[in-house]
């Protein structure tokens, strides 16, 4: 069995600092929403009709990208993918046509797609299995898609949406650090042997990796729901403006920042799966604080909710590559993108609910899901360890793909 090595420090940050460059169009198509409607005039229905188009078509698309990753090298997707999903949202405002709007937002999300589960594979290549590492990288994602709001308003705030061909910076810096992250990993080209990704010669243990898919499913139905009515609750509940909500929705984000690493960083020192185990259980009491508690005290309680949700994140990136080795594109996808998709469509029957009765109301359910969580989480195991970029081989030369060089970075 190959030892475990340090990371490479520089392609680990350059595809963290890529990542960012591409989640900022998973987040800049919501942040043009406002845009479309005051110059456009488009309805509710139809500016989340775009967010819509973009968001569920990547998360069910991802996954498919991740099982053609299983059987062929496709490292060039990185570069690719990342000028598609720029290129998208930088087309979004130059058509009034509503049709042509939605056709190049749609092609941006399969842009997006397309990336994600490619690269998380070449980030495990490069963390050879550090947690800490993947928790950078994931990072990355965080903070691009924390960034879009205001990469969006400065950009058409002060030209307008025919300005959003400036968008596309990001994707071309993006590109360029793809680029630069590959050729320190290494090249590779061929097809995968018997399903040969990452760490082939283990078994793909499907049974837990549904149950953490579950429990993904749960925290994504918490996350977007939060995200989505945060600001709006938590001014009703102090009773304060417009700032105290964005700061309530700020407070909200930051923690990707703070908890995405520190679940590395928690997972070295005490394992995956109890540190995942103890951020359910900690996102129970929070959502709970969140829902019942009045007063200026609840942004306590939305920072450990932000906490309980974001420590987990890149552990159950890692966990699944772990749980299906054999299998890890099509474990990045699910757990990268279509597990995604389920909060998305959950956050309208919140909406419907909470103009049925009342905010508070329509998010009290949400203390449930991460209880489920945890419950589908309580029997898991830890998987194998990581068998190292040394064991994945392409089938036509069998070279090494990603293979460890002496590091120089």
């Known amino acids: 069995m190959a030892t475990k090595q340090s990371p490479r420090t520089g392609p680990v940050v350059r595809l963290s600092l890529g990542h960012a460059c591409v989640d900022v169009y998973q987040g800049a198509v919501a942040a043009l929403v406002p845009f479309f409607v005051l110059e456009r005039a488009y309805s509710y229905a139809a500016a989340s009709g775009i967010v819509l188009a973009a968001s569920l078509l990547s998360s069910v698309v991802q996954p498919l990208f991740g099982a053609l990753t299983d059987r062929w090298t496709m490292r060039w997707l990185l570069p690719v993918s990342t000028l598609t999903g720029g290129a998208g949202v930088a087309l979004a405002g130059v058509s009034d046509s509503y049709a042509v709007t939605l056709a190049v937002v749609a092609v941006s999300g399969i842009g997006v797609a397309a990336y994600h589960p490619e690269a998380a594979r070449v980030a495990r290549l490069a963390s050879r299995g550090s947690h800490t590492a993947m928790g950078w990288f994931s990072l990355g994602g965080n903070l691009g898609f924390a960034a879009a709001p205001l990469l969006v308003t400065a950009v058409v705030a002060t030209g307008g949406l025919r300005a959003s061909p400036l968008l596309v910076v990001p994707a071309l810096a993006g590109a360029a650090l793809c680029v630069a992250a590959l050729r320190a990993t290494g090249p590779a080209s061929g097809t995968r042997s018997a399903g040969g990704s990452a760490g082939s010669e283990g078994t793909d243990d499907w049974p837990s990796f549904l149950r953490l898919t579950g429990a993904?499913?749960?925290?994504?139905?918490?996350?977007?729901?939060?995200?989505?009515?945060?600001?709006?609750?938590?001014?009703?509940?102090?009773?304060?403006?417009?700032?105290?909500?964005?700061?309530?929705l700020t407070v909200l984000y930051l923690g990707g920042a703070v908890g995405t690493v520190a679940g590395g960083k928690l997972a070295q020192r005490s394992g995956r799966i109890r540190v995942v185990q103890w951020s359910y259980a900690l996102t129970v009491l929070a959502v709970a604080g969140v829902v019942l508690v009045p007063g200026p005290l609840v942004l306590v309680f939305v920072a450990a909710a932000s906490a309980g949700l974001y420590v987990p994140f890149s552990l159950h990136i890692t966990?699944?590559?772990?749980?299906?080795?054999?299998?890890?594109?099509?474990?990045?996808?699910?757990?990268?993108?279509?597990?995604?998709?389920?909060?998305?469509?959950?956050?309208?029957?919140?909406?419907?609910?909470?103009?049925?009765?009342?905010?508070?109301?329509?998010?009290?359910?949400?203390?449930?899901?991460?209880?489920?969580?945890?419950?589908?989480?309580?029997?898991?195991?830890?998987?194998?360890?990581?068998?190292?970029?040394?064991?994945?081989?392409?089938?036509?030369?069998?070279?090494?793909?990603?293979?460890?060089?002496?590091?120089?970075?």
């Open 319 to 409: 966990l699944g590559q772990d749980y299906l080795p054999r299998r890890v594109g099509t474990a990045s996808g699910v757990t990268l993108g279509l597990t995604v998709s389920v909060g998305g469509l959950a956050s309208p029957l919140i909406g419907t609910v909470a103009d049925a009765t009342s905010l508070r109301t329509a998010l009290a359910p949400l203390i449930v899901f991460p209880a489920l969580g945890w419950l589908l989480l309580r029997r898991l195991e830890e998987p194998g360890m990581f068998a190292g970029a040394t064991t994945e081989r392409t089938g036509d030369t069998g070279a090494e793909d990603g293979a460890v060089a002496p590091d120089r970075e």
């Open 216 to 248: 993904i499913v749960c925290r994504s139905i918490v996350f977007v729901g939060l995200s989505t009515f945060i600001a709006l609750y938590v001014r009703q509940r102090t009773g304060g403006g417009e700032a105290v909500g964005t700061a309530a």
